[in-house]
């Protein structure tokens, strides 16, 4: 079965950087588009960004456009969020998605990764 297990998660200071990684098995990685998402408390689910299948696109919330940088590496299975300049706003459970670059549906999910900035 298909699972998306995130990482790297944790606590930085406002200005900090984090690195999450997203591991993918039980699909051919390399067919589908990956996302990144995230929720806050009390808050609904956003979109943070998406890379195409072999890696030459990429598309960022206005928020985090500048700051987060998106990544893949299909011979990993891995998708990876680069996180810089963190501000108390990106506070959110992080979610990894595997979507269809035809329908551009979500379709699978991972568990969620918490990401925590202190000011």
């Known amino acids: 079965h298909v699972q998306l297990v995130e990482s790297g998660g944790g606590w930085v200071q406002a200005g900090g950087s984090l690195r999450l990684s997203c591991a993918a098995s039980?699909?051919?990685?390399?067919?589908?588009?990956m996302n990144w998402f995230r929720q806050a408390p009390g808050k609904e689910r956003e979109f943070v960004a998406r890379i195409s299948q072999s890696g030459g696109t990429t598309t960022y919330a206005d928020s985090v456009k500048g700051r987060f940088t998106i990544s893949r590496d299909n011979a990993k299975n891995t998708v990876y969020l680069q996180m810089n300049n963190l501000k108390p706003d990106d506070t959110a459970v992080y979610y990894c998605?595997?979507?269809?670059?035809?329908?551009?549906?979500?379709?699978?999910w991972g568990q969620g990764t918490q990401v925590t900035v202190s000011s």
């Open positions: 998605n595997a979507g269809s670059s035809r329908t551009g549906a979500y379709l699978y």
């Open positions: 039980g699909l051919t990685f390399s067919y589908y588009d």
